[in-house]
T-cell receptor
């Protein structure tokens, strides 16, 4: 299993600003995943972050809007840039680790509200 | 059509009821089928997983997969107020050495005493 800490847990932001979310894992992992969970919507994968290489973004998500850093095997950040109210969401960090293929461990999420 | 369809609910049941949660999917390549449980203000956590078609039981929970119908279910027997949460189905197939799951929208379950 893995223990994942995310900061901030919640924030209220102004339109046009940027916010960086931090994710710390208690063990070394190759891949870290960033998800978005909008109200009433499914968990949507934003990008996969590998240490030492550029993040891989899913369709509909771009690096300019969601830059990701992965400086080591236990830490990653996701920045939500130039925020608009449509970016109000829960952002979750996760790692693939466990008994089943596809078993993900999640942080508690960062709840962002953009005014 | 979304890859995974799940009714968001909410589903409200009395304590002790049998709960049935369901998902349908369109991608026949999915091999692993999972149910995650998410309590309010928490991240999802894996509850059960099955490989291919069949049933799997774990205590009060039974997961069922019917690949021919592209339909999966989670049954909860003797439901408790502590089962109140959002249940997300998820399914995966191998891609680049990983099995990143595709999630449904989640069904909100409320078990009232």
């Amino acid at each position: 299993s893995a223990v994942i800490s995310q900061k901030p847990s919640r924030d209220i932001c102004q339109r046009g600003t940027s916010l960086t979310i931090q994710c710390q894992v208690d063990s070394q992992v190759t891949m870290m995943f960033w998800y978005r969970q909008q109200p009433g919507q499914s968990l949507t994968l934003i990008a996969t972050a590998n240490q030492g290489s550029e993040a891989t973004y899913e369709s509909g998500f771009v690096i300019d809007k969601f830059p990701i850093s992965r400086p080591n095997l236990t830490f990653s950040t996701l920045t939500v840039s130039n925020m608009s109210p449509e970016d109000s969401s829960i952002y979750l960090c996760s790692v693939e680790m466990g008994r089943a293929p596809g078993e993900l461990f999640f942080g508690e999420g960062s709840r962002l509200t953009v005014l | 059509q979304k890859e995974v369809e799940q009714d968001p609910g909410p589903l409200s049941v009395p304590e002790g009821a049998i709960v049935s949660l369901n998902c349908t999917y369109s991608n026949s390549a999915f091999q692993y089928f999972m149910w995650y449980r998410q309590y309010s203000r928490k991240g999802p956590e894996l509850l059960m997983y099955t490989y291919s078609s069949g049933n799997k039981e774990d205590g009060r929970f039974t997961a069922q997969v019917d690949k021919s119908s592209k339909y999966i279910s989670l049954f909860i027997r003797d439901s408790q107020p502590s089962d109140s949460a959002t249940y997300l189905c998820a399914m995966s197939s191998p891609s680049g050495g990983s099995y990143i799951p595709t999630f449904g929208r989640g069904t909100s379950l409320i078990v009232h005493p």
